[in-house]
Each structure stands twice: as structure tokens, then as C-alpha cells.
């Protein structure tokens, strides 16, 4: 059983809205740090958006503040990632991550999830 299973990508219209899923089978997750990273082929992957596992505290990277909301079901093991507003530079691999409360590494990523805008 994977560690981390996104959801939620597809092919969307520059301007539309898409909420990205991540559901984690592992233990104690609500001491994990969970972020959402993406890939454009041929791109370094980059970190989108972060959400602590104390507080908690979310983090976004520039190009998504104000247009992108990262939150964790406890309950559920979840992390989503809300994206209004979605344009052609946001097209790409999504990716879940979970860091162990107190490490540097994530230990755990999923398959990812492809989001494609058109313009």
C-alpha cells in the first residue's frame, strides 16, 4: 500500500478552479509537516505549498500566495491543495510529501497527480 495517493488533477481552462487530494495510510500522520510539489517536464520539481504539523502553518510559495490553499483532515489523513485561478504556468505533476515531525527529508512522496491548464 502506497504511502501517499494524490487525486484530483485533469485538464482545466486557464481561470478554473481544481482541489487536489492526498490520502496518507501512514501512522500518527498528524505529526507529519505534508507539502504539495510540482514538475513540468523538463523542470527541477519545485515546492508549491506547505502546511505544518504544529499550529498549523502554511507556507506557499510566491507564485500560488493568494491564489492556492493548502489543508490537512487529521481524521482522514488528508491533505488537499485548493487552486483558484489556474493558468498555464501551473500545468504539471502534482506531487504529496510528508516530512517526520523534527527531520529535514521528506521520507514520503506519492505518484502524483497531472494538472494541465490551457490557455
Known amino acids: 500500500q502506497a504511502a501517499l495517493v494524490e487525486s484530483g488533477g485533469g485538464l482545466v481552462q486557464a481561470g478554473d478552479s481544481l482541489r487536489l487530494s492526498c490520502k496518507a495510510s501512514?501512522?500518527?500522520?498528524?505529526?507529519?509537516?505534508l507539502s504539495w510539489f510540482r514538475q513540468y517536464p523538463g523542470k527541477e520539481r519545485e515546492w508549491v505549498a506547505g502546511?505544518?504539523?504544529?499550529?498549523?502553518?502554511?507556507k506557499y510559495a510566491e507564485s500560488v500566495e493568494g491564489r492556492f490553499t493548502i489543508s490537512r483532515d487529521n481524521g482522514q489523513r488528508m491533505v488537499h491543495l485548493r487552486m483558484n485561478n489556474l493558468n498555464a504556468d501551473d500545468t504539471g505533476v502534482y506531487f504529496c510529501?510528508?516530512?517526520?515531525?523534527?527531520?529535514?527529508?521528506?521520507?514520503?512522496w506519492g505518484q502524483g497527480t497531472q494538472v494541465i491548464v490551457s490557455s
Open positions: 502546511i505544518s504539523w504544529r499550529g498549523p502553518i502554511r
Open positions: 501512514l501512522s500518527n500522520f498528524d505529526l507529519y509537516d
Open positions: 510529501a510528508a516530512r517526520a515531525r523534527g527531520r529535514d527529508e521528506y521520507s514520503y
